[in-house]
């Protein structure tokens, strides 16, 4: 009696029906536990073999916002519009009415370096604009609108990766524009006009193009950092909204009251902090005696600004309830 007894509690025990060692070892290599070899969980909780910094690539989100039509349609747009302008000057040469005072617009045709700064003299205060707010005003609100935001944060994308990635595909499509106009004007400018020296607008006086050159793209990279602020805002807006044109039709209109504001000078001094008041700056770069001053001012400006925006646009994605 004692053998059988034996025998059958053995078999139990191995074939796992009762609650012997066999049954017990069989549950614990099943589930395991949390972080285990064999749960298929990293030790931070997570799946295995997920790391949130591989997620949404930046190349490939590049290479996303290359793909869309308003990309391409913008930067068609910026590289024909100086060959527009020659085109009109061509056509229109001879017309215009003598002025005592030269202005950019009566230099364009005296060389490519001045034919380039009436180019982005003409540009900077509303194409350039809207071209920025469009790259950084749309990149999130667009997802939201096709209802694929909350499936990327689903993928799961951590929020200040998908946003910080977002922001630097956006503000490199910005800088691109703000520096593809000038540089095709100037190429633009040189074949129609020539490669000449630089007269200044007002007095007349005449610099060395090689002199200049280099200020020119000071000029070129202060265009882009005064376009800093148009860039955060519409970075806000659009975590802010669904709508893409609202975003880009808030950050532009913020242009368009600053523009206003400007021009009412019993503001006095309180007009230096608007966003748009320094953009201008950069024609004191081609004087005979350059100088930077007002610059500098601008670049503290815009760089403040575009700080506490962005930093806003952060702290509003991390607290926002995604439902589209």
Known sequence: MSDTDGTRGTMTGATGDGPGPGRGTEHTESTGTPGSPGSGAAENGSARGYAPGRTLPLAVEVVRQF?????????????????????AFKV?????????????????????LNFAAFALSVSASFLLVVAVALFCGDTVASEASWS?????????????????????????????????LPVMALLAGTLAFGWNDV??????????????LPRFGVVIGYALVSQFVVAALAFLLSVSTDSPLGAVGGAVGLVIVSNILQAVEALGRLREFLPT????????????????????????????????????????????????
């Open 92 to 112: 229109g040469a001879g017309s215009g009415q003598p002025t005592t005072t030269l202005r950019i617009s009566d230099l364009a045709t005296e060389g490519g």
């Open 199 to 212: 007269r200044v607008p007002g007095t007349g006086e005449t610099i060395a193009a090689l002199d200049v």
């Open 67 to 87: 793909k869309r039509r308003r990309t391409l349609v913008m930067f068609g747009l910026l590289l024909a519009l100086p060959w527009i302008l020659v085109i």
């Open 148 to 180: 694929s935001l909350r499936y990327l944060l689903a993928a799961p994308i951590p929020r200040d990766r998908l946003l910080r990635q977002k922001l630097v595909a956006a503000m490199g499509y910005s800088a691109a524009a703000v520096i593809c």
């Open 277 to 324: 008041f320094w953009n201008t700056a950069w024609l004191d770069a081609l004087a005979p005696q350059p100088e930077y001053d007002g610059m500098l001012k601008g670049v503290a400006v815009s760089v403040t600004y575009s700080a506490i925006l962005i930093a806003f646009a952060f702290r509003r994605f991390r607290v926002k309830d995604v439902v589209s």
